[in-house]
């Protein structure tokens, strides 16, 4: 399945954002998907990860509480939640979908440490001006 982003754009920090990442066509049941990001200069910094296989999601530390990832009944879009943007949230985001048998965070591991374990959206500029 190629994952295709919708969403992002320019907010004011505090303000909110959802993207959406579907499966063009098909959909993401026995998958994993998860959330990335990259800020100019910096490393790929992972946000979390959602398993349609047992239903688990997990956080990084630095969006916990702020950011929530979801999916539709019919398993079509994963959507990323987020709340209470702050400037350092400033970045290009990126879904990736892999399938999966696995929980969230061993699927997350999996993306981080094997990008080609799953196929990734085009990314999506997400800014936050203060």
């Known amino acids: 399945v190629q994952p295709v982003q919708s969403g992002g754009g320019l907010v004011q920090t505090g303000g909110s954002l959802r993207l959406s990442c579907s499966a063009s066509?098909?959909?993401?049941?026995?998958?994993?998907v998860g959330w990335f990001r990259q800020a100019p200069g910096k490393e790929r910094e992972e946000i979390g990860c959602?398993?349609?296989?047992?239903?688990?999601?997990v956080y990084a530390d630095a969006v916990k509480g702020r950011f929530t990832i979801s999916s539709d009944n019919a398993k079509k879009t994963v959507f990323l939640q987020m709340d209470s943007l702050k400037s350092e949230d400033t970045a290009v985001y990126y879904c990736?979908?892999?399938?999966?048998?696995?929980?969230?965070?061993?699927?997350?591991?999996?993306?981080?440490?094997?990008?080609?374990?799953?196929?990734w959206g085009q990314g999506t500029q997400v800014t936050v001006s203060s």
């Open positions: 959602i398993s349609n296989f047992d239903g688990s999601v």
């Open positions: 990736v979908a892999g399938l999966s048998i696995s929980t969230a965070q061993h699927s997350l591991r999996e993306f981080q440490v094997q990008p080609r374990f799953g196929s």
């Open positions: 066509g098909s959909t993401f049941v026995d998958y994993a």
